[in-house]
């Protein structure tokens, strides 16, 4: 290359980019996803581009499951011999008679993923990959059944994922290839929805992410902007309003998606993800770059996790006020608590508060802070502290702060093992500079936003 040629790339961006993207290197590594496609993608002229990057993810240490959808694959099949499919509730009825085309449907994606991912040429993102696939009998599965009278046949529903044998193959280093085919111990064969087959096997395995990789971007308002973010209610809240009135089947797809995304989280898996195949890349700016590019849905602990309202006052100074005590907080009086109280976040159970947390945004040096965080000592043992932290994160990442910080004079180790680091006094905001107290010099505590 020539050094001086003024056309050559822009290093610097380059670079950049690469270093933003470390912490969620560093942060998905040694983790669990399972990543659902369907057929749709599979023969799609971008189908090559997807695996690469999924490849990719497997080099830089995600532990991954694939599970792929077949709907075109098997309605080209049943076409081919003149049969036409019954569908009921969006369910295919699959008549015994129709098993081998769905057989063969099934196995032709199989085995042209697999393809895919057995390629290392050079020249392309692959070369010199070295990727160990491995499909199997992982799912069990038991009849749909009579529904409303219609008999689905050998449509059918997981009734149990081999997760131990999965979770060995991943610490083999293996990558785990799943078809939407189940076998009952009778020994019959269930054609089942793919995007169940993803959803059970990531709540078997307790993954830290399911992905979907979708035809369209993601759940979107009423227009038609993306959401870039939802919790359980909010994604109960988007299903009922939408319902199925609109018919297209963009709206479908997202419902059934979203509908699984949310039963995953029930489930503890811990987030879950709506991306479109159609976006170049969409795995890897969802995965690696701040803001993402499609719909995260989040399981954080929403058991009464709302903004606190001026009711809410005695609660909170009941759950703080042995913590002052003992010198962990910061006193606050009736009178401040009353004047911040819409910038507190509280979990309330059975009418009681028992989890507190307060940001404050600091707008022109774009930071905010974490303070008063608290957690009853009865609930303490079930991670309501973690869910908050990131609760009020992500609210400093919707009011576009790069920072967060937290003043501690006792919990130190907990801030640093979830990526806090210690800073100096001097890189507060000026205003929370100007009231720092140097005689209870507390420990300053600070976190990049991702």
């Not at 707008?363 to 609760?391: F, I, P, S």
Request: hydrophobic fraction near 40%.
């Amino acid at each position: 290359m020539d050094k001086n040629n003024n056309s050559a790339p822009d290093n610097g961006g380059h670079v950049a980019w690469f270093r933003q993207s470390a912490p969620y290197i560093h942060a998905h590594r040694g983790r669990t996803f399972v990543i659902l496609f369907g057929g749709e993608a599979v023969d799609h002229g971008g189908f090559a581009h997807l695996i690469h990057d999924i490849t990719l993810l497997s080099s830089l240490g995600v532990k991954i499951v694939l599970v792929h959808g077949a709907r075109p694959q098997i309605k080209q099949q049943l076409e081919a011999l003149n049969i036409t499919s019954e569908f009921a509730d969006g369910l295919r009825v699959t008549l015994a008679e129709h098993m081998p085309a769905v057989e063969q449907a099934v196995g032709q994606v199989r085995m042209k993923t697999e393809a895919q991912l057995s390629m290392g040429l050079p020249n392309t993102p692959m070369a010199g990959a070295s990727v160990r696939v491995v499909s199997g009998n992982f799912v069990t599965a038991r009849p749909y059944g009579i529904r409303d009278g219609i008999d689905y046949c050998q449509t059918g529903n997981v009734r149990k994922i081999d997760a131990d044998a999965i979770s060995q193959h991943l610490k083999n280093n293996n990558m785990v290839l799943i078809s939407p085919i189940g076998y009952s111990p009778t020994g019959e064969i269930f054609n089942l929805r793919a995007e169940d087959v993803a959803t059970e096997a990531a709540i078997a395995l307790n993954a830290d992410k399911l992905i979907f990789v979708m035809e369209n971007n993601g759940v979107t308002d009423k227009q038609g902007g993306l959401l870039q973010q939802l919790n359980l209610p909010q994604a109960q809240s988007w299903l009922k309003n939408h319902g199925t009135a609109d018919n297209r089947q963009t709206d479908i797809e997202t419902q059934s998606h979203l509908n699984n995304a949310a039963q995953a989280c029930r489930g503890g898996v811990r987030r879950a993800h709506l991306v479109s195949r159609k976006i170049d890349g969409a795995l890897l700016l969802e995965l690696y770059t701040r803001d993402g590019i499609g719909t995260l849905v989040t399981a954080e602990n929403y058991e009464g996790l709302r903004h606190a309202v001026i009711e809410d006052i005695g609660g909170i100074m009941g759950l703080i006020s042995p913590l002052e005590e003992q010198g962990v907080l910061v006193k606050r009086s009736r009178e401040q608590l009353e004047l911040d109280i819409n910038n507190f976040t509280v979990i309330e159970r059975d009418g009681m508060i028992i989890a507190c947390a307060a940001i404050f945004i600091f707008t022109e040096e774009q930071v905010a802070e974490l303070a008063c965080l608290a957690v009853h000592r009865d609930y303490q043992a079930h991670g309501r502290g973690n869910d908050l932290m990131q609760h009020i994160e992500w609210q400093a990442k919707k009011n576009h702060m790069k920072k967060i910080f937290t003043l501690t004079t006792q919990t130190m180790h907990w801030f640093i093992e979830r990526g806090y680091v210690e800073c100096s006094a001097d890189d507060l905001p000026m205003e929370k500079k100007s009231l720092y107290n140097y005689q209870r010099n507390s420990k300053v505590l600070c976190k990049q936003i991702v």
